[in-house]
């Protein structure tokens, strides 16, 4: 597996419900009636995450019945998570980037999508300039942007740099044991 294969697989973690499903599935197959609850997010939130995680090719899925179950993808991403100690690396992101959206004030037009799409509670309205602000910066998850994606105005960006979220995950990569000559 090469360096970019390998680092979109920890881009995909970025996202702590991602993350969450991930941690799950490493357990085994479970139906999305087994990993809504296990994340605590609704089960809208929980298929957009699982439709990513397959694209990615992290996850497969089969249908049974009216159920859909999930499992890793294959062996190999599964050897790659398997030896992650997930609690570790989510502590090294928090401690090592500083990771919050920025509100360009000049483009919001205060539409409030992004507080829509985040569950964390890191957005609020300015109710008297009618426009979004951010309350909760330090709840943002490092590498999440979600709502920078979304934002019709284009007017969300952040604190920190892709090469530096980067830089982080590839030393964490270094951490890891017997990773097949991937450096």
Known sequence: ????KVLNLFKALSD????KIVKLLLKGEKCVCDIVPFTKRTQSTVSIQLAKLEKLG?????????NIYYRIANKEVKKIFSMIDFSRFEQSLKKEISWYPIIDDKKCNGCGLCISLCSRGVFDIDEKRKKAFVKNPNSCITGCTL???????????FSDTSKNLKKVIYENLHDLH???GVT
Request: net charge positive.
């Open 1 to 4: 597996m090469n360096n970019s």
């Open 16 to 19: 702590e419900t991602r993350l």
């Open 58 to 66: 992290i996850v497969k899925s089969r249908r049974e019945g009216k």
């Open 147 to 157: 709502c920078g994606i979304y934002c019709p105005q284009n007017a969300i960006k």
């Open 178 to 180: 017997d990773f097949n």
